[in-house]
């Protein structure tokens, strides 16, 4: 297996560690049971704030502070945490993030599908060694989950509504007796102190489920919303744009740059409400999702585009040359609100003059 700090994409913990060993250090707050840092602390490293030794903690959530205090209230205490909203509105890197900081891994994690199995949010079986000694403690396999329970770690579980409503119900005891019974063994699993679960689910996509209420009534539900303003989208863009291509840019470029990209941000808010800016215009609205994660893509994308093949700047040309892509998932649906975009708000601004030239010539 390939060292983790060669993998691709490195987990919350491992990318943030220096910031999580700087905040434990001077973290002199009360902490619940098998916590690593305090909530408070918990919060400054989503937040992001700088520590009295120096050490800065970037942000990783921008938005409400609020939101992000209820969330980790809510997992001290013996309700589960489940964050909804709008895909893209980075429920999963939140809950990453939360699991890194409050249980120093984040990798506790059930994917759900419309495939899962309750296997994988109990427990399965090694058949070769059930066949060979029946149902014995070395044979089971825990799932994730049980994983936690044993040793008291935040786990999380990814598109808890893709999965089957049944499925799903497997959780309700087991989030209320906070143990799992192992009927094969007579025996039960029981969860110590720092076990909880946060849950993502997207409230608009294909194949979503409903929860049962039972089931809600378990979890306590935070829903992140999209960023409020056009600043605090650009500032989110910013942060997540790609280190190794931004280090081989044209660094002279980047007040125009940013320039470019908050048209891009202007295209995707009136295109989602619906209006002009000046909310003088109604606008069709394309029934994909045209959310800041798309954004992130499409910049990068235009990045990358520049670094290896252009000036090594983000221009206007080369973000709208991305842009019909990312916005027309679905032809049938988002085709006529983005044509109806360039004709009618486009074509008739100065500033997006160079927008529409490159949007026109891929026609
Ligand atoms: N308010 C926000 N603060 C920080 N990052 C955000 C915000 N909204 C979106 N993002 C970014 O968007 C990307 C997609 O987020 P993700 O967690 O996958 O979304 P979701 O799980 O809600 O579909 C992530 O890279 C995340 O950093
Ligand atoms: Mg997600």
Redesign the pocket.
Known sequence: MKKNNEALRKPAELLFKKELTALIKTDQYPKPPNWRLSPKKVVDFIMGTELEDGTKISP????QRSLIEIAVATLATDRALLLT?I????????SENLAAAISGSSRLLVQGTAGTHEEQLLYGWNYPILLAKGPVPEALVPSPIMRGMETGSIVRIEELTRMPFEIQDALITLLSEKSMPIPELDEESNAISGFNIIA?A?DRDKGIHEMSSALKRRFNTVV?PL?ATIEMELE?VR??IAPDLMAQRDKKADKSSIEEIKRVITIFKELRDGKTMDGKLSLKRPASTL???EI?GLVNNALAMAVYFGKRKIDGELLARNLKNTIVKNHDTDLIPWNEYVEMVMKKREEYDHFYQAVSSLK
């Open positions: 990783k959530y921008f938005g909203g895909p893209g509105t980075a429920k999963t890197w939140v993502t997207n992140l960023p989110i942060s997540r959310s800041t994660a992130i």
